[in-house]
């Protein structure tokens, strides 16, 4: 059974980067917008990772994973956070609201997909 990653980036030429690579690593992939619409796309199904942007429009990846933390469906999913930031405060908020990882834009697919062999839930 493939596993799902829900990936949040306001760009859709990364989310579609991002969905290219996981769908040819054989996951199931859910897109969301940014972080009020990706909340709305969590309504209780199984998912076993999610990537996510740092700055989006509406809602912030930080503000977004501090959500999910709060759902108790979702609280105990990994979070790769998938930015252009790279300042050591930006990852300690990322890492402080329950992020496990940080890659750094422009990333290598094969790199992300390492992070999420490593940390998605059997």
Do not use: C
């Not at 942007?53 to 790769?80: C, H, R, S």
């Amino acid at each position: 059974m493939s596993k799902t990653i829900l990936v949040v980036d306001d760009s859709a030429s990364v989310r579609q980067v991002v969905g290219i690579a996981l769908r040819g690593a054989g996951y199931t992939v859910i897109e969301g917008i940014d972080g009020s619409d990706a909340l709305k796309k969590l309504t209780g199904q199984k998912v076993h990772l999610i990537i996510s942007d740092v700055n989006m429009p509406n809602m912030d990846g930080i503000t977004f994973v501090t959500e999910v933390k709060k759902l108790p469906a979702y609280k105990f999913t990994p979070v790769i956070m998938l930015t252009t930031e790279s300042q050591e405060t930006k990852k300690q908020a990322g890492q402080a609201a329950g992020a496990k990882a940080w890659v750094v834009k422009p990333f290598q697919p094969a790199q992300m997909l390492a992070a999420v062999s490593k940390l998605i839930l059997p």
